[in-house]
């Protein structure tokens, strides 16, 4: 059984004010809530060193998905990574800029674009993938295997309950 943590302390100090029913989601969505802190610190630290951030390796990694032709147009590139349309604009800038994708106009389509990934851009993300593998298993060391997979199936499962069927 693991230490009492930090959510441990603010449920026992909301529990003098709240019912147990009403702070109970919290010893779940609390912890992910800090997990997912650490989680970027992780990966801003293990991105940060070839000049990325986790936005952007994110980009790259949606278009590393998108199929065989690895295209996408802008708005499925911000509905897919829950962003503001002003947010992937930027972000694309960026990576165009540095060589990492190109926007080409749409073949059917005169007012749309589609982005693709480059070469550079492929290697950066491999690069980034690796650097960041080993700090992530460091991360999840405390748990078996098993635990792994059980908490992996877990956490699909409550996402799955919050996002559309199909949300790829």
Known sequence: MAQPDWT????NRLAATRS???I???EVTAR??????HIARI????????GLNRGEVGVLAALMLAGPKQRLSPTQLFKGLMLS????TSR??????????????HATDRRSVLVEITESGRKVLDQAITADARREAEAV??????????LAALLRKLIAGLEPAGAI
């Open 8 to 11: 441990d302390a603010l449920l």
């Open 20 to 22: 147990a029913r009403e």
């Open 24 to 26: 109970e989601p919290f």
């Open 32 to 37: 992910v809530s800090r997990l997912s802190l």
């Open 43 to 50: 990966q801003e630290e293990s991105f940060g060193r070839l």
């Open 85 to 88: 349309s002003a947010g992937i």
């Open 92 to 105: 694309l800038d960026r990576l165009e800029s540095r060589g990492y994708l190109k926007r080409t106009r």
């Open 141 to 150: 060391a405390a748990l078996s295997r098993t635990e792994r997979r059980d």
